[in-house]
Every structure is written in structure tokens, then in C-alpha cells.
């Protein structure tokens, strides 16, 4: 079993939907990460978050340290919000994956 | 420099031969990673420096691979004797700190993609 998990591994929604990406974890963590990876490759780092919710612009993620639980939001989404969407929890000074979900977003 | 620079951005190797990805963080990052991410799978963590010593190589998936940092700034990942299974992106991130403090960030290249020919 991953120590990481994320669901679902696809989605696929209409412009203007509202999303919700899911991660668990079953190890003790410091802090947990919120990536997006563009077709390119390229990775952003959307959210670090040790408790609570942060929010930036349509982004919204939330944590529950107690049941080791993160999702990330995205509200009205749009076609450039598709790429893949990658949960990684912060064991002492390394990151441990998630094995990412595919966003599809259509107009 | 402003991000995270990996060099080269695309390499072909041929099966056997050496190759050197090299990543310049950003400018007083005492904190850098290597990161692999295969085809069809997921990232999955290489190595780590802090300043020029390596606490944790315990990603390293065999004594072909190597890493150096140098003057606390650009580090290179080598890779001997190359085999088609080593075919990857190979990313490299860094942070301004350490530890298991959790209020810093990472900041990633845009990665090297090695194929073994």
C-alpha cells in the first residue's frame, strides 16, 4: 500500500464545475504539499499546509492532521486548470508522492 | 538566478554510456533535491543536500548513480553506465531551510528528460 494515496486517478469536468481532489496518508507528517505538473513537466507548488485551509485565487486546500486527510478544490474550473495534480507529504527533509490525479478540464 | 535551472532540459544516451544532469538552485537555497519521475509512475525521491553533504541517499536506486553539490550552490546527478530502465524525468528542487520545520516551500526545475536509447 502507498503512504500516500489520491483519488480519483482521473477526472474529467466541464468548465465551470467545482472540483475536489483527495489525498491520504499513513505516515506521521510534517507538512503537506499540493503540486500541479503541466503536460510539459514542469511542477508548481500550489499549497504547503500543516493544518487548517489555505485559499489562493480559485485554489482552495484543506488538511485533517487527525485523520491524516487533505483535499484540494478548485471552484469554477476552467481548461487551463488540466494537468495533473500531485499530493506530497513532507517526511522529516524529503517529500513522499502521491501518485497524482489527471485533470481534464472541457469548455 | 530567479528558479530553480536544470540543464540539459533533454538528453539522449545510449545504453552504457555516462551522463551528468546538472541543477542550479535558487541563489541561497541551503536545501536541494533530486527527484525521479518514470514513465507512467510517480515522483519518487533521490537524494537530498543540505549545503554540500547528503544526510539522505537512501533514494539512490543503485551505485550507478552519484550526486556532488559544490559550494553550497550547483549540484550535478550522475549517472553511470546508463540502462534503459534509468529513462526518466530527473528533478531537482530546492528550499531555503531544513529540517522538519514545516513553514517553507519547495521550489522545482522545470527537470531534465534522459532517455536510454
Known amino acids: 500500500k502507498n503512504e500516500v494515496e489520491q483519488s480519483p486517478q482521473n477526472l474529467t469536468a466541464q468548465e465551470g464545475e467545482f472540483i475536489t481532489i483527495n489525498c491520504s496518508y499513513s505516515?506521521?507528517?510534517?507538512?503537506l504539499h499540493w503540486l500541479q505538473q503541466h503536460p510539459g513537466g514542469g511542477i508548481v507548488s500550489l499549497f504547503m499546509?500543516?493544518?487548517g485551509k489555505k485559499k489562493h485565487g480559485r485554489l482552495i486546500a484543506t488538511i485533517n492532521i487527525q485523520e491524516k486527510h487533505s483535499s484540494l478544490h478548485i471552484t469554477a474550473s476552467h481548461p487551463r486548470d488540466s494537468a495533473v495534480y500531485i499530493c506530497?507529504?513532507?517526511?522529516?527533509?524529503?517529500?513522499?508522492f502521491g501518485t497524482g490525479t489527471r485533470l481534464q478540464v472541457f469548455p | 538566478g530567479a528558479g530553480v535551472s536544470q540543464s540539459p532540459s533533454n538528453k539522449v544516451t545510449e545504453k552504457g554510456k555516462d551522463v551528468e544532469l546538472r541543477c542550479d538552485p535558487i541563489?541561497?537555497?541551503?536545501?536541494l533535491y533530486w527527484y525521479r519521475q518514470s514513465l507512467g509512475q510517480g515522483l519518487e525521491f533521490l537524494i537530498y543536500?543540505?549545503?554540500?553533504?547528503?544526510?539522505?541517499k537512501s533514494g539512490l536506486p543503485s551505485d550507478r548513480f552519484s550526486a556532488e553539490r559544490t559550494g553550497g550552490s550547483v549540484s550535478t546527478l550522475t549517472i553511470q553506465r546508463t540502462q534503459q530502465e534509468d529513462s526518466a524525468v530527473y528533478l531537482c528542487?530546492?528550499?531555503?531551510?531544513?529540517?522538519?520545520?514545516?513553514?517553507?516551500?519547495?521550489?522545482f526545475g522545470s527537470g531534465t528528460r534522459l532517455t536510454v536509447v
Open positions: 528542487a530546492s528550499s531555503s531551510a531544513r529540517g522538519a520545520r514545516p513553514n517553507y516551500g519547495y521550489t
Open positions: 505516515v506521521g507528517i510534517s507538512a
Open positions: 499546509l500543516s493544518s
Open positions: 506530497a507529504v513532507r517526511d522529516t527533509d524529503k517529500l513522499i
Open positions: 541563489s541561497g537555497h541551503t536545501a
Open positions: 543536500f543540505q549545503g554540500n553533504s547528503a544526510p539522505d
